[in-house]
């Protein structure tokens, strides 16, 4: 069954700060002072990181009692390489990540084999780590000027 989300983005009046909402929820997103902005939240490719962990730790209590997985406690390290040179229009340099890692870390008394094989099925699960590994078709659906 297909579902479609929805958010939207809206820059901010003042800094590089941007304001994002979905299904009543707020996040700003913001750049540090050292790329211009003002602090105000996360920068974009952090909460990019932010969102690959926070789905795999939502796959993993959503499918542990199902996959018989036991486990007191989940958290994911992650960081991600990215050339800024890229960002500000060097030729020839990725714009985006060149490396995303993560560690995931489980408080549990399975073996190490069994958190292996679930953090395998995590990740074979996860609807980000599928996107980016995968990557998607992005279409822009149009561009509207507003007087």
């Known amino acids: 069954?297909?579902?479609?989300?929805?958010?939207?983005?809206?820059?901010?009046?003042?800094g590089l700060a941007v304001?994002?909402?979905?299904?009543?929820?707020?996040?700003?997103?913001?750049?540090?002072p050292a790329l211009g902005g003002k602090d105000?939240?996360?920068?974009?490719?952090?909460g990019l990181l932010c969102t690959l962990g926070a789905c795999e730790a939502i796959v993993a209590a959503?499918?542990?009692?199902?996959?018989?997985?036991?486990?007191?406690?989940?958290?994911?390290e992650l960081e991600g390489d990215l050339d800024l040179d890229?960002?500000?229009?060097?030729?020839?340099?990725?714009?985006?990540?060149?490396?995303?890692?993560?560690?995931m870390h489980f408080k549990t008394e399975e073996s190490q084999a069994r958190c292996e094989e679930f953090a395998q099925f995590i990740e074979?699960?996860?609807?980000?780590f599928s996107t980016l590994k995968e990557g998607t078709k992005l279409v822009c659906t149009g561009v509207e000027r507003h007087a």
């Open 19 to 32: 304001e994002t909402k979905a299904r009543g929820f707020k996040i700003i997103f913001d750049e540090p």
């Open 40 to 46: 105000q939240g996360m920068n974009p490719v952090e």
């Open 1 to 14: 069954m297909l579902e479609t989300f929805k958010a939207t983005a809206r820059k901010l009046p003042n």
């Open 62 to 76: 959503a499918f542990a009692k199902y996959k018989g997985f036991h486990y007191e406690d989940f958290y994911v």
């Open 124 to 128: 074979s699960t996860c609807p980000i």
């Open 86 to 103: 890229g960002f500000k229009g060097v030729p020839g340099v990725p714009k985006g990540y060149q490396e995303v890692r993560f560690k």
